[in-house]
C-alpha cells in the first residue's frame, strides 16, 4: 500500500490499527491532533517524512504466510518457533498494551468502568502469562530438544526426575485454559473489541491491539496443545519403549 503525504493520521489508525506504534514511535499524537496529515506532522524535514511514510508502509504491508504446516516440524524447532515468535509477542505487546489501558481507564473509567475490570484481567494474564512462558523455558522445551536431541544421536532415554514430561504438560494446559477464560471475558466486557462511537483512537487501537493479543494466544496455544505436547508425548513413550528394549 502507497500512502500519500496528505493523508489524515486519524483516518490512518483507524483503518490500519497497527500504525499506532509508528506514531508513538515518533512522538506524533494520533488521538488529540489525529486531524492532521502527515505532512503537517512531520514538518522537521522532507527526509523524516519520507521515513515515516516508509516505516507506515512497511507496517501495513507486513504479513506472514498462513499455509505453514507446522505438523511436519521437528519438536525442537517448533519449541524455538514458540519461544521466539509467539513467547517475545506475548512480552512486547504486553508493554505496548498496558500504558494505552492505563490512558483510556484515566480519560474513560468513569464513563466507561468495565475498561477498569478489562485492565485488572490483562494485567492478571500478563503476571500469570510471564511465570508461565518462563517455566517453559526452563523445564519444558528443554526437556523437549533433549529428547530430540537424544533421539537424533541414537543415545537412550534416562527419563526426568518428575516422573514424565506429561505432568509438566498437563500443569501448561490447565494454565492455558485459565487464561482462555480470562480473554473471552475481556472479549464479553468489551463487546468483542467494539470501542464505542464516541470512542478516540487511542480507545479503538487498544482494543484492536486487545484483540490480537487473544487472537494470537490462540494460536499460541494451539500450536502447544494440539502439536507440540502431543508429540512429545509419543515422543517420550517411543523413546521408554526403545530404552527397555
Request: glycine share 4%.
Amino acid at each position: 500500500m502507497k500512502i500519500k503525504e496528505n493523508q489524515i493520521i486519524g483516518e490512518l489508525v483507524a483503518q490500519h490499527y497497527k500504525v499506532a506504534r509508528v506514531f508513538k514511535k515518533h512522538n506524533i499524537d494520533f488521538c488529540c491532533k489525529g486531524n492532521r496529515t502527515l505532512d503537517e506532522a512531520c514538518q522537521t524535514s522532507p527526509d523524516y517524512l519520507k521515513t515515516v511514510i516508509e516505516e507506515l508502509e512497511a507496517e501495513i504491508n507486513q504479513t506472514e504466510s498462513a499455509t505453514i504446516d507446522f505438523q511436519t516440524w521437528p519438536l525442537d524447532l517448533l519449541a524455538d518457533y514458540i519461544e521466539k515468535k509467539h513467547h517475545r509477542y506475548v512480552q512486547e505487546k504486553t508493554i505496548e498494551i498496558q500504558p494505552y489501558l492505563n490512558k483510556i481507564c484515566n480519560v474513560h473509567g468513569a464513563q466507561h468502568p468495565e475498561l477498569i475490570e478489562i485492565k485488572k484481567l490483562f494485567d492478571e494474564a500478563a503476571g500469570e502469562l510471564a511465570a508461565h512462558m518462563k517455566k517453559e523455558e526452563l523445564i519444558l522445551f528443554p526437556i523437549v530438544r533433549k529428547m530430540v536431541k537424544k533421539q537424533s544421536e541414537g543415545q537412550s532415554w534416562e527419563g526426568v526426575h518428575f516422573g514424565t514430561v506429561q505432568n509438566p504438560i498437563q500443569m501448561m494446559m490447565m494454565e492455558h485454559e485459565t487464561e482462555g477464560d480470562r480473554f473471552a471475558k475481556i472479549a464479553t466486557l468489551s463487546n468483542n473489541y467494539t470501542p464505542p462511537k464516541e470512542a478516540c483512537n487511542t480507545y479503538a487501537v487498544t482494543f484492536a491491539l486487545l484483540q490480537e493479543f487473544e487472537d494470537d494466544l490462540h494460536l499460541h496455544i494451539h500450536l502447544e496443545n494440539n502439536i507440540l505436547f502431543p508429540k512429545a508425548v509419543v515422543l517420550e513413550q517411543n523413546m521408554n519403549k526403545t530404552t527397555i528394549e
